[in-house]
């Protein structure tokens, strides 16, 4: 399936078939930007990894979660820096077959069947999903990591934007994040647009329970913009707003603290 239009708006999810795409392009392009790398080398925007840790990362969340959807059951996720990938030469297949394990488990269960996940029983499509914008961020790391071109289609990273929102303003999201904490306010809102999309943007109001967001449009106590790409690696923090070119408009001091206190 290709990317919608840019100047075609699509704020829904995209579906099953598009998320397990968009899980085999990312973690190939992860492959790609990782093969015949230093296993030892530093990854800037994840200080504390190594290439290994990041390799490791990702096949072990993939086959975490593919056992999770087939079986019901989840082991303890391991620590990162005991993920074994194997030899460097084998790490574009082991990443692969992660992949693959994943969106089979889902495709075998049905993407609509309810599954375990840290918000409650929801459709295995939401791993898909999950692990899609956690691999399409991670292959952001290694491909900067690596100086080679990360690309993203608009459909994806839009996505990955409306997914981290959704995750950070969930009513269970400060229990696993206390950070979020931080951003209970009083109506102050931060305006999100990526300027090479149609789409309204996301406009995020800080509550005095926290956090919510719509897809909107309108005036925030700062706003921003960027295409859609850099907003994402923004929100990640994988670019600083000058890195990525934001045009900021209005108090500067509700995007610091957003930035802050979350990171998706």
């Given amino acids: 399936m290709s990317a919608p239009d840019a100047t075609t708006p699509n704020t829904a999810t995209p579906g099953a078939a598009r998320l397990a ?16 790398r230093d296993p030892a080398a530093p990854v800037p925007t994840c200080p504390e990894w190594r290439l290994r840790d990041l390799v490791g990362h990702i096949g072990q969340a993939h086959r975490w979660a593919a056992g999770l959807v087939l079986t019901g059951e989840a082991d303890a996720i391991a620590n990162t820096a005991d993920a074994e990938a194997g030899p460097v030469e084998a790490w574009p297949g ?21 599954v375990r996940t840290f918000l409650g029983p929801l459709p295995a499509a939401f791993w898909l999903r999950r692990m899609l914008h956690d691999t399409s961020v991670h ?41 979020l904490a931080a951003l209970r306010g009083h109506g102050e809102t931060l305006h999100l ?5 149609a789409e ?41 707003p000058e890195e990525a070119g934001a045009e900021i408009t ?7 603290l957003w930035l802050a206190n979350t990171a998706f």
């Fill in 250 to 256: 209005g108090e500067r001091a509700e995007l610091d």
């Fill in 139 to 179: 292959h952001a790391d290694a491909a900067l990591a690596a100086g080679v071109p990360f690309a993203i289609a608009p459909d994806l990273a839009a996505d990955a934007i409306t997914e981290g929102l959704q995750l950070m303003t969930s009513p269970r999201a400060v229990t696993i994040k206390p950070e």
């Fill in 21 to 36: 795409e968009g899980l085999r392009e990312h973690t190939a392009g992860m492959a790609d930007a990782v093969t015949g």
């Fill in 200 to 240: 309204p943007g996301w406009l995020i109001t800080r509550e005095p329970d926290g956090p919510i967001f719509e897809h909107a449009a309108g005036e925030g106590t700062v706003m921003v913009s960027a295409p859609v790409r850099e907003l994402l690696l923004m929100l990640t923090r994988r670019l600083s």
């Fill in 193 to 197: 647009r990526a300027d090479d999309l």
């Fill in 94 to 114: 082991w990443l692969r077959e992660g992949a693959e394990a994943l969106a089979g488990a889902v495709e075998d269960r049905g993407p609509e069947t309810l």
